[in-house]
């Protein structure tokens, strides 16, 4: 299907997910040069017309985050004043996303001032997955479309035989991702159990207890985001020593930074998978435990969708699983 009045363009972040949303959609990328100049500046050649253009721009604010969030803003800017009718900024991952309150005197709530940076440039909509605080949307004034990742992962497991079953578990790793536990357990038919973890700082967790029966049982654990893999790995230990016999980790976005890979591959996981919100490095591809499963096709229909005012509820709904 053609969609005459529709552009979308890749920056920087994730090229590879944009080529994979425009051929589920059935168009071409945007023509767009990205330039860095010798002082470190960011330069932004369109080159094609989009006057009178819904344009979406497809760009993940991951590593690195301030380069990425410029280059967008930059982008912006451009299709503003070259009289785009929209602009569209599809963030897969929205960075910043856990500075969203002041936990102590003097702190920042980086969020909210990146909700304010991307309207002020002229942002007429986002679409994100699975913000790591949901109430982000509502540092706002334009639409966000909130997708999320448990269809997708769901799906994941029950191909692979992992629902339906006594012996299967959801986990949560700590009180705030209980909610996203609950939903993909309901995908499954699985009872949860919880963690409960303090975090003395940032990147740092302390397993305190386990609330739910986990012995002799498979565990998924699931969250929002795997950044340093520190909560995720003493997650899947803790569970293997109070008699998990199997552990899986899911998580939408794949940060992994620092010593992520090695935690993992330490770990008692026996497979972590990731969305591609963000872009894999090789060397974590490599990586034999992780397996990263695309959201292209979930994210063409939810453009499309909102291409054509259509609603987006059907994306949120187990109709997806049904065939399995």
């Known amino acids: 299907m053609s969609y005459s009045n529709m552009k979308l363009f890749a920056l920087s972040s994730n090229r590879e997910l944009a080529k994979k949303v425009a051929a589920e959609i059935g168009i071409e990328l945007g023509k767009v040069e990205v330039q860095s100049y010798s002082d470190g500046e960011t330069g932004i050649q369109i080159g094609e017309s989009v006057r009178g253009e819904h344009v979406y721009i497809l760009q993940s604010t991951s590593a690195p985050v301030n380069d990425n969030l410029m280059e967008l803003?930059?982008?912006?800017?451009?299709?503003?004043?070259?009289?785009?009718?929209?602009?569209?900024?599809?963030?897969?991952?929205?960075?910043?996303?856990?500075?969203?309150?002041?936990?102590?005197?003097r702190e920042p709530i980086a969020s909210k001032l990146v909700a304010n940076v991307l309207q002020k440039t002229g942002a007429d909509r986002l679409i994100t997955f699975d913000l790591h605080a949901p109430q982000i949307q509502g540092f706002f004034n334009i639409p966000v479309d909130h997708l999320v990742g448990a269809p997708l992962i769901a799906e994941y497991f029950i191909r692979h035989g992992l629902s339906a079953s006594d012996d299967l578990v959801v986990v949560s790793p700590d009180h705030g991702g209980v909610g996203r536990a609950r939903k993909l357990a309901a995908f499954l038919k699985a009872p949860i159990a919880i963690i409960d973890k303090r975090r003395p700082k940032?990147?740092?967790?302390?397993?305190?207890?386990?609330?739910?029966?986990?012995?002799?049982?498979?565990?998924?654990?699931?969250?929002?985001?795997?950044?340093?893999?520190?909560?995720?790995?003493l997650a899947a230990n803790a569970l293997k020593e109070l008699g998990a016999t199997e552990v899986y980790a899911s998580c939408?976005?794949?940060?992994?930074?620092?010593?992520?890979?090695?935690?993992?591959?330490?770990?008692?996981?026996?497979?972590?998978?990731?969305?591609?919100?963000?872009?894999?490095?090789?060397?974590?591809?490599?990586?034999?435990?992780?397996?990263?499963?695309?959201?292209?096709?979930?994210?063409?229909?939810?453009?499309?969708?909102?291409?054509?005012?259509?609603?987006?509820?059907?994306?949120?709904?187990?109709?997806?699983?049904?065939?399995?």
């Open 252 to 324: 939408t976005h794949g940060v992994l930074s620092g010593p992520a890979i090695d935690r993992i591959t330490a770990s008692g996981i026996n497979k972590l998978v990731v969305l591609d919100t963000i872009d894999l490095p090789e060397a974590h591809q490599a990586c034999e435990k992780i397996v990263q499963i695309s959201i292209a096709p979930l994210l063409a229909d939810a453009i499309v969708r909102i291409h054509e005012h259509r609603p987006l509820t059907p994306l949120y709904e187990p109709h997806v699983l049904k065939e399995f």
């Open 73 to 105: 803003q930059i982008m912006m800017d451009a299709l503003r004043r070259s009289s785009a009718a929209s602009i569209n900024v599809v963030m897969p991952y929205y960075g910043y996303a856990r500075q969203d309150r002041k936990a102590r005197a």
């Open 202 to 233: 940032a990147n740092v967790a302390e397993i305190m207890n386990i609330i739910g029966d986990v012995e002799g049982k498979r565990c998924i654990l699931i969250d929002d985001m795997i950044d340093t893999a520190g909560t995720i790995t």
